[in-house]
């Protein structure tokens, strides 16, 4: 084995790091630290958007009631918005994703009480300061969508 294929050491960089410790290098300062009014900025964009994320949708579905409640509580359907309608400069400290299928229109349904498990954890995060959003009945292809 060469020189240069060989697996580097800790030993082998010390001379390399002119007299810091790995420590010291490996630590790397916040690039892009938002201001105070950057801050509050994107908490008044993020209060605006999930004041109109909370006001009912026209949900075409049995639990409609239920989704609708779960909107109401301030938990974030993803499945009724777009990722670029997502304010820019925002910063979502603590994020609660609830997947839940009650399998509607199946033969073998878990009809409502899977919905309900649903908005009990959403107000067991919402209570604790979380932002909750969901997806009810999405197919698995949906559930990767928020992340494109």
Not at 66 to 72: C, I, W
Not at 108 to 120: A, F, K, Q, R
Request: charged share 20%; hydrophobic share 35%; glycine share 6%.
């Amino acid at each position: 084995m060469g020189k240069d294929d060989e697996e580097l050491q800790l030993a082998n960089i010390t001379p390399l790091l002119n007299g810091k410790t790995p420590a010291q290098i490996t630590s790397i300062p916040a690039v892009d630290t938002p201001s105070k009014v950057e801050q509050q900025a994107g908490k008044t964009r993020w209060g605006q958007f999930t004041a109109e994320m909370a006001k009912p949708a026209p949900y075409d579905s049995k639990y409609k009631n239920e989704l609708v409640k779960l909107d109401g509580m301030g938990a974030i359907n993803l499945e009724k918005l777009l990722r670029v309608q997502i304010p820019p400069n925002i910063q979502i400290d603590n994020c609660a994703a609830l997947f839940f299928n009650p399998y509607e229109g199946l033969t073998h349904t878990l009809n409502d009480g899977i919905v309900n498990d649903g908005i009990l954890m959403a107000q067991l995060f919402i209570s604790k300061r979380y932002n909750v959003v969901y997806l009810c009945d999405a197919t698995h292809h949906e559930y990767y969508t928020p992340t494109d």
